[in-house]
């Protein structure tokens, strides 16, 4: 924990053991957390894998003043194993990094091991060719700044916000398409209440780890108003969301398109 708190540096969130099946427990963060960050489950606490383990004086990732967290000549027998290797000149720890949060995010992997995710950290392989590895770091990246929420495509939200200018969090739930912020009262109750929508159902049922986030994030503010602030932050969530269950198909179709799980990687069952 020591490594994060600067604004560049990245830190992989993932949990040892699972308690349920069905693996989800991944995620990413710039800022301290604890262990409850993917689950509160007792069996599956958070883990914190920094990309960088030294940094400058001044908070900030001055050159020369960090080195990345992986074995020395990791990167090179990477590279070095994969066919075309050399297309991928100046392949980096920040690579890798994110090549790694999109295998992680590929809902066939997730279904194929997923006994093995269960009882251990992820293994991931390694692609075979450097086509496939170059789109899934560029995927990586596009998953990384969705939930880092920096993407700039995440402003505006495709749902909006309706209901009184202070909105109360209550019992949050969905129904017809639409994120209420309080059922509590019934169908007149809840429009008076205010929502965000359209919100498709999958979007309000996507989990990481054992968080239905979209959910969380209001029952987490029950009783609270939310600001204008508040508002915006949670259409750009939802945006996330939604968009982050598109590009975890679209990893699945680049891997599918290289030959498909185990053909597209090397080493794949030894990992």
Excluded at 5 to 12: D, K, P, Q, T, V
Excluded at 132 to 139: I, K, P, R, Y
Excluded at 170 to 182: I, S
Excluded at 187 to 205: I, L, N, Y
Aim: hydrophobic fraction near 40%; proline fraction near 5%; glycine fraction near 10%.
């Amino acid at each position: 924990m020591q490594y994060l708190g600067a604004g560049s540096n990245l830190a992989l969130a993932v949990c040892r053991q699972q308690g349920v099946p069905g693996f989800k427990h991944v995620f990413v963060s710039r800022i301290l957390f604890d262990e409850g960050l993917v689950s509160n489950r007792s069996r599956e606490k958070t883990v914190c894998f920094p990309l960088y383990l030294t940094l400058g004086p001044d908070e900030t990732m001055l050159q020369g003043s960090v080195r990345p967290n992986l074995r020395d000549g990791l990167l090179e027998e990477v590279v070095a194993g994969i066919i075309g290797g050399d297309e991928l000149y100046g392949f980096s720890a920040a690579d890798l990094f994110a090549y790694v949060y999109a295998i992680l995010h590929c809902p066939t992997y997730r279904r194929r091991y997923a006994e093995g995710l269960m009882r251990d950290f992820p293994r991931v392989p390694f692609p075979r060719n450097a086509k496939l590895a170059s789109q899934l770091v560029g995927l990586g990246e596009k998953l990384l700044d969705l939930h880092l929420l920096e993407v700039i495509a995440l402003e505006p939200s495709g749902a909006s916000y309706f209901g009184p200018e202070v909105p109360i969090v209550g019992r949050a739930t969905w129904a017809e398409e639409v994120v209420w912020l309080d059922a509590s009262g019934g169908t007149a109750s809840a429009r008076a209440c205010g929502g965000f929508g359209p919100v498709r159902e999958d979007v309000w049922t996507f989990e990481i780890g054992a968080y239905q986030v979209c959910e969380k994030w209001l029952k987490d503010r029950r009783g609270r108003k939310l600001t204008p602030q508040d508002v915006q932050h949670y259409r750009r969530i939802l945006t996330s969301v939604a968009s982050t269950i598109g590009l975890m198909a679209k990893v699945d179709d680049v891997v599918e398109k290289h030959g498909g799980w185990p053909a597209a990687f090397r080493d794949v069952e030894s990992r």
